[in-house]
């Protein structure tokens, strides 16, 4: 498959987020970063492919951990600079070990304001 989307815009460093969300019941579970190359890869292989800005390297979720991700549904947004990444996820996303990265909650965050 082929990874020029032309409506894609990559950052000044060839980047763009790729949130990833649990396909089953929306759970997001992570955010990584893809360029064309990791976006290729993972459109070929029907894994997730990402570009790590501190190891300056691609890595495939899992391939260390076993806990992997296997791609449903790729969509991107209005702007066509943010990706979101359907998966089903096979054991926990977050290095961490919980389920997803997200589970840290800044407190005071919360208002008791409605629309």
């Given amino acids: 498959m082929e990874a020029e989307i032309p409506e894609l815009k990559f950052d000044r460093d060839g980047l ?18 893809m360029d064309r190359e990791a976006l290729k890869r993972t459109l070929s292989s029907g894994r997730t492919w990402f570009w790590s800005r501190s190891r300056k390297e691609y ?3 899992g391939e260390t951990s ?10 991107y947004d209005c702007d066509g600079d943010a990706l979101l990444v359907e998966v089903v996820q096979v054991g ?13 909650e800044i407190q005071g965050a919360r208002t008791d304001l409605t629309p």
Avoid at 16 to 33: F, K, R, S, W
Avoid at 92 to 104: K, L
């Fill in 16 to 33: 763009i987020p790729a949130i990833v969300q649990d396909h089953e019941n929306g759970e997001v579970l992570m955010l990584a970063y």
């Fill in 59 to 61: 890595w495939c979720k």
């Fill in 66 to 75: 076993g806990h992997r991700q296997y791609v449903r549904k790729i969509l």
């Fill in 92 to 104: 926990p996303a977050c290095h961490t070990g919980e389920r997803s990265c997200f589970f840290r």
